[in-house]
Nanobody, 118 residues
């Protein structure tokens, strides 16, 4: 199983980036899709999680307090992708971002670096 993540890069504070992850396995209603991040010297933390297609489809969404109102997670079962739209980025959002897929097993992507300059 591969999780191909893309969209990281360097952006100025206040800017936006969109991360995308394309798992090599199918996304179903029961699949839990998440984005985590790990800053230098810090533990990996949950950024956002979606299941059941998200709130618009009667599913669930969860966000870390630090990103609420700025980040939006979404999934597309047709394209088989999970995206993270990041707006109003702050220097403290700088980290390696990891895609995570959980079915009856858990899978991790290779990570994509997001750097926010002040």
């Amino acid at each position: 199983v591969q999780l191909q993540a893309s969209g990281g890069g360097l952006v100025q504070a206040g800017g936006s980036l969109r991360l995308s992850c394309a798992p090599s396995i199918g996304i179903y209603t029961s699949t839990i899709l998440s984005w985590y991040r790990q800053a230098p010297g810090a533990q990996r933390e949950l950024v956002a999680r979606i299941s059941g297609g998200g709130l618009a489809r009667g599913g669930t969404e969860r966000y870390a307090d630090s990103v609420k109102g700025r980040f939006t997670i979404s999934s597309d079962r047709v394209k088989n992708t999970v995206d993270l739209q990041m707006n109003n980025l702050l220097p403290e959002d700088t980290a390696v971002y990891y895609c995570n897929v959980r079915t009856n097993r858990e899978y991790w992507g290779q990570g994509t670096l997001v750097t926010v300059s002040s």
